[in-house]
């Protein structure tokens, strides 16, 4: 590179090029970019080819055809840079411009940002039927970086099972995820995507409908719909992103986040109509998932004859749920039947995705989990190590539940080590204490979120708790759905609702209200005693692990002799 710098340093033409495709309006540019890209990476695949000639490296071929074609991942990245799609996304990283010379860059170190009156003119003249006035299309990947699956973050196996999950995918993220699922020899893959909100992919990179207001947070005026409704909308999106980028050019005006703030950006994208095959680099969720599962997974062969090829390596689904709450019990229901249908195949994973892979997908991977142990008849296990699935913060909902349902205390502490294995990154249980003990030392406007937050968490434990009671009183050949056992049972529904009220956060125990009751209780003995009772009443009281006599609950005594009345002609001491 360097003897070739008399006619242009070929590492500088591509920044300079990228900038010029960014600062301006030719997409010109960014062709010439990708260009020196290309010609940059052949060197140094060349390169490597020599150097592996002069250390008689084993596997080295020959001539330097036969080298490269014994490397497939190399020719699978020449692809790429030559692929109509994000041109965009082979630059990256390239925003660290501190190795160009100011010379060179001239006055195209800051590309041009888009002046607030654009952006808001072309937002307000939106006329789709999804993507609408005021409404924008947020990039909705999280490019954090856990040392797993680029493109898939947050991908994980629960420990000791066939459940994965992970946040949403890119086009490449989730053709490694194919990959990492074949190389752990499974046969098909149930994939399970728990997005309620309308995306659409551009490029290989997943997009979500927002509010032009509130670009940060889910919308969740679609709370409640259905998976085939939300398909439908997705694909009425990439028709209106197709139909918008006819208009503007071929570009449409996309949205990414940077440091807490939304930044618009053009993104070129062919204007024709959306085609069964994406070739435009607009599709929807499903239509992604399947074209990817057949370009990497066709290598696919069962040797018993069981599947042929990848177009039954996959099978999708959509089940929408509202991100922070707890799943509808028809949402559970719909689960567990699709888990059931492959519970007996042990070649079968299960994969759930939701935005961030936190939350929901967490609560995915517990419920899959409990019916695949329920359905093997390894539901239940023992509380022999009680200590290690016991909460010392007891909520009123959580106890009422114990109480009323049968081996309450054995189907607590089930859930409990559920939640355990499936924390690495939340623990479904403890989130609620976090979120309470926040809102104790917040401002009251923050604290009425935070307690809001924390009702909605600890009614996500109670419906997983009444789901691991119901399949505890249910046989393998019960047809009863968790919704209609639960229409059966006032009393959960009533302790459901109840969280659901505006002062649910009163449902919230702390264990320091027992030293009240300790106090109180105290009063019965002689003060030289008082504190070594009031410690033996907080011992004893905080002890008890009945499914009945739980902690945090007394006996009281029940009779008032003095509430006789007198006005009564009959009296029985």
Known sequence: LIVGDVFGNLREQILLFRLRGVAGDDPSFLDSGLACLERYFSLIVLNAYFDAKVRGAQDNAGNFDAWLGQRQEIWTMFVRLRRHGDKLAAFRPADDLSVMPREVLGDLGTPRAMSSAEESAVIRERAGAVLGPHNILKRDHWTRRDGKIAGAPNFRRLAGSRVFATAQPTEDGLCSVFAQLQQQQFGRAVWVNLREEPIVYIHGDPYVLRDQWATLRNIKAYSGISGARLECMEARLAEDVAREAAVYGGRILLHSEAEGSVVPVWEYISGDAVDADGLNGVETPKDIFARVVTVCCSSIV????????????????????????????????????????????????????????????????????????????????????????????????????????????????????????????????????????????????????????????????????????????????????????????????????????????????????????????????????????????????????????????????????????????????
């Open 302 to 573: 069962r040797s018993d004859d069981k599947f042929h090829g990848s177009s039954r390596f996959l099978e999708y689904h959509r089940i929408p749920v509202t991100a922070e709450e707890a799943p509808d019990l028809a949402d559970i229901d719909e689960l567990m039947r699709i888990v059931l249908v492959h519970a007996q195949d042990p070649t079968v994973c299960f994969v759930v995705n939701c935005q961030m892979g936190s939350g929901r997908s967490t609560a995915g991977m517990i419920i899959v989990s409990l019916i695949l142990n329920w359905h093997a008849g390894q539901l239940l296990g023992t509380i022999d190590n009680r200590e290690q699935h016991h909460c010392s913060l007891h909520y009123v909902a959580v106890n009422a539940i114990v109480r009323a349902v049968r081996d309450g205390v054995l189907c607590k502490a089930t859930l409990d080590a559920a939640i355990d294995a499936a924390a690495d990154l939340v623990n479904l249980r403890d989130v609620t204490e976090e979120l309470r003990r926040a809102a104790a030392s917040a401002d009251p406007k923050t604290a009425a979120k935070l307690e809001r937050r924390a009702a909605a968490s600890l009614k996500r434990y109670c419906v997983l708790l009444l789901f691991v009671a119901f399949l505890h009183q249910q046989s393998a050949e019960s047809r009863t759905s968790f919704a209609a056992w639960m229409s059966e049972h006032l009393e959960f529904r009533n302790i459901l609702a109840d969280l659901d009220s505006g002062e649910a956060i009163e449902t919230l125990r702390d264990d320091d209200e027992l030293d009240g009751l300790a106090a109180t209780l105290a009063t019965t003995v002689t003060a030289a005693a008082e504190d070594a009772a009031a410690e033996d009443v907080r011992r004893v009281v905080h002890g008890r692990s009945g499914s009945v006599l739980a902690s945090m609950t007394i006996l009281k005594f029940d009779h008032f002799p003095g509430c006789h009345r007198f006005s009564l002609d009959e009296r029985i001491d």
